[in-house]
Structure formats: structure tokens, C-alpha cells
């Protein structure tokens, strides 16, 4: 059965594009996604039903922590009658937290995507399987404790857990482990809002780096699955039904956005800067990192006695203010309160999601913001604000866009949030150099690049880079032909491996410039030796192919340089291409990227005078 199925898909992969036999296409994704996406819908079921289990465990925390109770509905901690007895609870939680953390494992420490993004760039996408039970079980204690999280980051880095741990069980590259971690997080987001499609983009903008029909059909159908699922495991959607605004909002609506936009940037930059200046503040103490969450904790607990709505999820405040139901005190406090305690306790280390958080933020704006702009609707420029802050804060404009249109299912909001969340990604672009999400990775010693583009070597074929003017052996050269030529030129031609052709000018292998100088040392007048030399078979490059291809092939063999032959006739030498050539391709980037120049030119042309003769 094995060798049955091992024969069906060699079988397709003659089939699909191969860049090393020369089929190229517009993509190099193989039939091997298939097998791939097979186990990316598996693990979409299993990330519906584990976003199931932290949303009831979190239920049972906030029943447990504020109402003395046994239950699993999602409750706002708001309305206990714990009195100045609320402080202490989100103290016990991160005590707990912190100790989880210290003899359990350190990696349910944070809010989940930058531990995700770590395990991918890292650690070949490997992640230890006790990071998928201690993860959820920590965010529901912190959650359910009063932290103001959102249980978007643990069931991120839980659904990706699940998913590294299914792979790991397989034998599978390190980017097929990453696609299957990040389907695992992008299912387990799916379900828990019931937003498949920003899922993905957040799959694509923050995860995979990269953007392949390999990793996207897979980590769709993942999001897709577990969207399914979630129907009938927890409920469709909307999260946040919203009644339809209209379609255009005129020019005073537009430049109205405008400056929404710019305003949740300007907060995204503030929330970005006070988390890690707590962070560092954390750093500062002369104790372990384990007790840093319970200090966090004792913050969380004098905000949510001086203002109880900032405690927890937070989901019942942020339908509240899309319904326009919400007075300038819940603003207010929702901007003071809940930014401080949210910034202190993710700065101590604790466990808990961003999404809904900044949702929360980004709506106090917009409604505060509401009071003066332009009345477009209930709740309209706190559903603007929110897709702003997003993209602003997680530097991922189309996933904020997506987002708030599938949290809210207003379909008339797409052209107002584009505009909004584009000119806050913007604004925290050019201000900050890193998001909230990637200043922790950097902080641990590790840079990455949240720019994709196409890669010269994709566009430029070895024809193009090759070197003609060469140095072809004969087979039958002297000793003193041989020394003549590596003696008097040395630089005239700059070549380190020389071909080696018979009477018929056919290729019978290479030598480099090393060998062919010990050969002179040993070799006798009349010998003929320069065959003992040769590699017989060298690793060729073909002209019709792209540099990529070329590139990998360097990096495999340890080999700098390649003889050039025809794909149909592998003896006819055309050329040789070395690294040097290649970086031909990145100086025509940085060309394109650097040159300025003026390419139409407009001439005025006026009307001569005719002078009249006197």
C-alpha cells in the first residue's frame, strides 16, 4: 500500500513544475500540497474544538475567580459584588501564572504570536507538546482572573501547538511543519471569531512569510474547516452584528478617516511604547520573572476596582459601544484605565491575546472621535477606528480591514476602514521600527522583514549572468601550455575553474585552478595527467533556467561556480556562471530601487515672432 501510494505521488510530481528540469510556471508549489492540505483540514477540526475548550474554560475561570460559581458561559467580571476584595483576584491568577511559567514551561509567557513567530523562524517550527495544554489553561486563568486579554494570541499559539505536535509525529520538512503550525493557529482563530478570511491574512501577513499556493491552500482550508465547525460547536456569527451604515459616505466622511486613521496610529505607537517600557521597568527588578505577572496582577486589580468594565475579554463592552450604547465616562475609562493596566500586565510577562484589547481601545477612540466628526451611523467610527488600530498596531492592514467587516458582517464599511487602516499602517511605519508583535522577537536577539517581494533571481536566467569569454581545456594539454596559461594570465581572465573539452570540443568535466597547479608540480614533461585532475562529473547549470534554481544549488553543493550545457546535449558547453554573476541580478535591484531618472520630457513650444523687415 505504502509503495502504491509512494508511486502515485512521484507520479504527480512529474507532472506539476520543476524548476531543476527546466518546466518553469508561475508557481513552484508541487502535488505534494495535497497530502499537505489532508492534514491541514484535520487539524482545522481539532483547532475548532480547542478554541471551543479555552472560550469554556475561560467561562469556568470568570465563574470560578468572580462569582464563587461553577459555569461555563462567558460572563463579564463587571458585575461582581467582590467590592475592594476584586484587587486581589487577578493577583492570585498571575501568581499562579507565574509559577505555571517558571516549573512548566516559559513559552506561555506572552500573548502568543511573537512565541508563534519565534517556533517558526527559529526553531524549525517545533513546539513542545506541553505548550498545548499549559497555554490555554494558562490564558483562561489569566483571563478568567480579570486580566484584559483577548483569547485570540493563546488560541493562536495553542492551535499552532497542536499543530507543530501532529507534524512532528510525521515525517515532514521544516516548512511543512510551519504550514501545519501556522493552520493549526489560523483554524483555531477561525473558530474563535468566526472570521476564516482574516484568519488567513493573518496566517499570511504575520506567520508564514511568505506568499505560496504551497501554504495558502492549506492554511485556508484549515481556516475554512474550522469555521465550519464552529457553526456547530459554538454558534454562527457575527461576533459583533452591526446594523449596515451607508454605502458612501461623501468627501467630509473620507477626510474624516483620514484623520481617524492617523489618530490610531498615533495611539498604536503609544500602546506599543508603554508595553515595553513596562517591560522594561519589569526588568528592572531585583527579583524573578516569575513573580513580575502577580505586580502586573496588583495593577489589573486596583483598574478594575476603579473601573470594573476594563477587566476580562471585554466582548459585552465592545458590542456595547458598536450599538452606541456608551456615555463619555466608558470612553474615557476604557482609554485611561484599560490601556494602563493592559500595558503593565502584558509587560509583566503574563499570558493573554492583543486582538481584543485593541478592539476595545480602538472603539473608545472611535466613539470618542464620533462625538465630533460626521454622523455616519450607530457605532460607525468606532467600527472605523477598530480596523485602524489593528493595522496600526500590528502593522497588518488587510487583516484589521477583513477583520472588522467578519466581526461585524458591515460590508459598506470596506472603502472608510481601507482608508483608515492603511493611513494608521502608515503612520506606525514610518514612526516605529517594529510592531508590538516583532519588538519581542527582536528583543530576544533575532531580526525578520515584513516586506515580501519578488526575488531578482526568480526573473533573471543564467543566459543572461554567463560569462562566454572563457578558458576551455583540451584534454591533451602539456605541462608547458598548462603553465604558460596559469602563470603569464592569471588576471587577464579572472577564471578559477576551467572546463575540460576533447578533440571534439565535447565536455568531459572541470578543474579548478588549484588542482591544476598541484598537477604542474608533479607532472613530468611529457605527461598527459590532466585527466587525473578532472571531475568527471560536475554539477552543471543549464541557460534556460532562473538564478534561483542556481543559487540553492551553490548552497547544497558547497560549489561557487558551474559549468554552463545545453539542457538536450550535457557535453556542449555554452558558458560558466559563478557567484559573482549572480550578484548581477541584486545590483539591477538595488538599480531600480536607487536610480532616478526623468523618462518623458515635456517641451513648451511657443509661437516664433515673424519680425516685419524695415
Not at 485556508?220 to 456547530?232: E, G, Q, T, W
Not at 452591526?242 to 503609544?270: E, K, Q, T
Not at 476595545?360 to 472611535?366: E, I, K, Q, R
Request: contains cysteine; charged residues 15%.
Amino acid at each position: 500500500m505504502a509503495a502504491a501510494w509512494q508511486h502515485l505521488v512521484d507520479k504527480l510530481n512529474r507532472l506539476g513544475p520543476n524548476e531543476e528540469a527546466g518546466r518553469l510556471g508561475d508557481f513552484t508549489t508541487r502535488p505534494r500540497v495535497v497530502y499537505i492540505s489532508l492534514l491541514a483540514i484535520g487539524i482545522g477540526v481539532l483547532s475548532a474544538f480547542v478554541a471551543l475548550i479555552l472560550l469554556r474554560l475561560i467561562g469556568l475561570f470568570t465563574n470560578l475567580f468572580f462569582f464563587q460559581r461553577w459555569g461555563f458561559d462567558l460572563v463579564s467580571p463587571a458585575g461582581n459584588h467582590l467590592g475592594p476584595l476584586v484587587i486581589l483576584v487577578p493577583v492570585i491568577g498571575a501568581l499562579i501564572i507565574g509559577f505555571m511559567a517558571r516549573y512548566g514551561s516559559e513559552r506561555i509567557r506572552g500573548h502568543g504570536i511573537p512565541e508563534a513567530i519565534e517556533a517558526i523562524l527559529i526553531n524549525g517550527s517545533k513546539v513542545e507538546p506541553r505548550v498545548a495544554f499549559l497555554k490555554p489553561l494558562s490564558s483562561a486563568i489569566s483571563i478568567g482572573s480579570g486580566g484584559p486579554f483577548g483569547a485570540e494570541g493563546p488560541i493562536i499559539m495553542t492551535g499552532g501547538a497542536f499543530g507543530s505536535m501532529i507534524a512532528q509525529f510525521i515525517h515532514l520538512s521544516s516548512t511543512e511543519r510551519k504550514i501545519l503550525l501556522v493552520a493549526g493557529a489560523a483554524g483555531g482563530m477561525s473558530a474563535t471569531f468566526s472570521a476564516p478570511l482574516s484568519a488567513v491574512l493573518l496566517a499570511v501577513e504575520l506567520l508564514l512569510f511568505e506568499w505560496k499556493p504551497r501554504s495558502l491552500v492549506p492554511v485556508a482550508l484549515a481556516s475554512a474547516v474550522a469555521a465550519i465547525v464552529r457553526y456547530y460547536i459554538i454558534g454562527p456569527g457575527p461576533l459583533f452584528p452591526v446594523p449596515p451604515h451607508v454605502a458612501f459616505i461623501g468627501p467630509m466622511g473620507f477626510l474624516s478617516c483620514i484623520l481617524v486613521g492617523l489618530l490610531a496610529g498615533l495611539l498604536s505607537s503609544l500602546l506599543t511604547v508603554a508595553v515595553y517600557a513596562f517591560e522594561d521597568g519589569f526588568r528592572l527588578l531585583p527579583i524573578h520573572w516569575m513573580w513580575w505577572p502577580a505586580i502586573g496582577g496588583l495593577i489589573v486589580g486596583v483598574g478594575g476596582f476603579i473601573f470594573p468594565q476594563a477587566l476580562g475579554v471585554g466582548y459585552d463592552v465592545i458590542d456595547q459601544i458598536l450599538q452606541g450604547h456608551f456615555t463619555l465616562q466608558l470612553m474615557l475609562g476604557i482609554l485611561i484605565v484599560k490601556s494602563i493596566i493592559w500595558s503593565a500586565s502584558l509587560g509583566s510577562g503574563t499570558s493573554g491575546g492583543v486582538l481584543a484589547p485593541l478592539l476595545m481601545m480602538g472603539g473608545a477612540l472611535g466613539g470618542l472621535l464620533g462625538l465630533f466628526l460626521p454622523n455616519e451611523g450607530t457605532g460607525f467610527w468606532a467600527l472605523i477606528s477598530m480596523g485602524a488600530i489593528l493595522g496600526g498596531t500590528m502593522r497588518s492592514p488587510f487583516t484589521g480591514v477583513i477583520f472588522a467587516i467578519e466581526l461585524t458582517h458591515d460590508f459598506n464599511a470596506v472603502l472608510p476602514l481601507l482608508i483608515a487602516t492603511v493611513i494608521a499602517h502608515g503612520f506606525t511605519v514610518l514612526v516605529m521600527r517594529r510592531s508590538i508583535l516583532t519588538e519581542k522577537v527582536s528583543r530576544r536577539g533575532y531580526h525578520m522583514s515584513r516586506e515580501y517581494s519578488t526575488d531578482p533571481l526568480e526573473i533573471l536566467f543564467v543566459r543572461e549572468v554567463m560569462r562566454t569569454n572563457i578558458v576551455a581545456l583540451p584534454a591533451s594539454i602539456t605541462k608547458q601550455d598548462l603553465e604558460q596559461l596559469l602563470i603569464t594570465k592569471p588576471n587577464q581572465h579572472g577564471q578559477r575553474l576551467y572546463p575540460v573539452v576533447d578533440d571534439h570540443g565535447q565536455l568531459l568535466g572541470v578543474a579548478t585552478r588549484h588542482d591544476l597547479q598541484h598537477l604542474t608540480q608533479n607532472m613530468q614533461e611529457s605527461d598527459h595527467l590532466l585527466t587525473s585532475c578532472i571531475q568527471a562529473n560536475p554539477v552543471v547549470a543549464y541557460p534556460d533556467e532562473s538564478l534561483r534554481p542556481v543559487v540553492y544549488r551553490m548552497a547544497q553543493t558547497g560549489f561557487t561556480r558551474f559549468p554552463v550545457v545545453e539542457r538536450d546535449n550535457p557535453r556542449k558547453l555554452v558558458g560558466i556562471v559563478g557567484l559573482t554573476d549572480l550578484l548581477k541580478a541584486r545590483s539591477r535591484s538595488l538599480n531600480e530601487e536607487r536610480q532616478r531618472e526623468r523618462v518623458l520630457r515635456m517641451r513648451i513650444l511657443f509661437p516664433t515672432r515673424t519680425r516685419v523687415p524695415k
